[in-house]
């Protein structure tokens, strides 16, 4: 009888074990596939891209300042899209998901130099582009800057839009091959 109990239990354990593996899965497969959808453009809206180094207080500042009031009639039609190499961490998921800017946002996990996530992005159609690096100087450093260059000179080829770059280090932009519209 004893015997028995233990079967059953661990039968049970085990099966439990399965069961909640499959639903982390399945949330994980449901994540990932959230955020490699292409942009849909809407009649009547416009939107840009949005790419670079950001953290949840850097974002969420660019977005209270770009959705601001003030610019209201200006942004109101005007959707984002965040391209970024990685899925979103919770901090971002939080902005991503705020009934304030959920509407007019769209992230997409690819790499900023894929033609294929340039094509999901509607690059060619964006408006604008801005490339940003961290507020936190802490956190930054020169190889961000770099990277921003090169995407820089990497979509000033296939998109007509202004394309926007914020760097950390304003020694950046004394690159003579970058051909910098100053």
């Given at each position: ?30 994540l990932n596939s959230q955020y490699v959808n292409e942009y849909k453009h809407r009649k009547g809206c416009k939107h840009i891209i949005l790419s670079g180094f950001f953290s949840k207080n850097s ?124």
């Amino acid at each position: 009888q004893t015997s028995l109990m233990r079967l059953v239990v661990s039968v049970i354990v085990f099966c439990s074990i399965i069961a909640i593996s499959q639903l982390e899965i399945s949330d994980l497969l449901k994540l990932n596939s959230q955020y490699v959808n292409e942009y849909k453009h809407r009649k009547g809206c416009k939107h840009i891209i949005l790419s670079g180094f950001f953290s949840k207080n850097s974002l969420n500042k660019f977005l209270t300042e770009f959705y601001h009031e003030d610019h209201k009639e200006k942004t109101k039609h005007l959707k984002i899209v965040i391209i970024q190499n990685e899925l979103p961490s919770k901090d971002i998921q939080s902005i991503l998901l705020n009934p304030k800017y959920e509407e007019n946002l769209h992230y997409l996990k690819g790499d900023i130099f894929s033609e294929k996530t340039l094509s999901y992005a509607k690059v060619s159609q964006a408006d604008a582009v801005i490339l940003q690096t961290e507020h936190n100087e802490l956190s930054v450093n020169d190889n961000d800057d770099n990277f921003l260059i090169l995407a820089c000179k990497a979509l000033s080829q296939i998109t007509p839009a202004p394309i926007y770059v914020k760097f950390h280090n304003t020694q950046s932009l004394l690159h003579d091959w970058a051909d910098w519209d100053l």
